[in-house]
């Protein structure tokens, strides 16, 4: 996943460069819906990154014990009262969905790459965001498809890559999975002493 993450942080670049978007300074909107989804597969770096630190009891137990309905991700952290925005404190681990959010295409009815405009930035650069959309529907700008790199993450691990689910669900699963690897690491070994 972390190679795939950065073959796509390339392509999201080259594509950040050509079109002139970017997401408005400070803004995380997006992290604020509770509809952000990812697999188990995909959050898997971070839930690697978090047992690396010792986070992995204490994002449990933020995470609480599930079934309740979805909430923001719990790694967004708003700015301080008053002001506006806030930021990704996970950013190098985030998930395929925040990385392709507002520079991916997704297939229109006619089956043709469509650019998924994020609101925000089309309120922020109208010109560049309508002249990327337009330029993306003719054939003359390819943006990254999200159908691709979701396809191109689930042949890694089709087992673990098959279900979005809430981030939180999701982060809460690939937590339980390398803590419980880890666990099974310290037992000794059937009849070591
Ligand atoms: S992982 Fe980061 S970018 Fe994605 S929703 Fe959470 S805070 Fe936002």
Request: charged share 20%; hydrophobic share 40%.
């Amino acid at each position: 996943m972390r190679a795939l993450y950065r073959r796509l942080d390339r392509r999201i670049t080259s594509f950040r460069r050509v079109s002139g978007l970017g997401c408005p300074p400070g803004c995380g909107e997006c992290c604020l819906s509770p509809e952000v989804e990812a697999t188990v597969l995909e959050m898997l770096p971070l839930a690697l990154d978090l047992r690396r630190r010792g986070l992995v009891e204490p994002t449990l137990a933020r995470l609480g014990p599930g079934g309740e309905p979805p909430r923001p991700c719990l790694f967004y952290s708003p700015a301080p009262l008053g002001a506006f925005g806030g930021h990704c404190s996970v950013y190098p681990w985030r998930p395929l969905l925040c990385r392709l959010f507002g520079f991916a295409a997704v297939a229109g009815p006619e089956g043709r790459p469509e650019l998924a405009v994020c609101g925000r930035m089309r309120a922020a650069l109208p010109d560049r965001t309508r002249a990327a959309a337009a330029a993306v529907l003719a054939g003359r700008l390819r943006a990254p498809l999200m159908r691709d790199w979701s396809l191109a993450a689930y042949r890694l691990d089709p087992a673990l890559g098959a279900n979005p689910l809430p981030i939180n669900s999701a982060l809460k699963q690939a937590l339980e999975r390398v803590g419980l690897e880890q666990g099974l690491r310290a037992q000794p070994a059937h009849g070591a002493r």
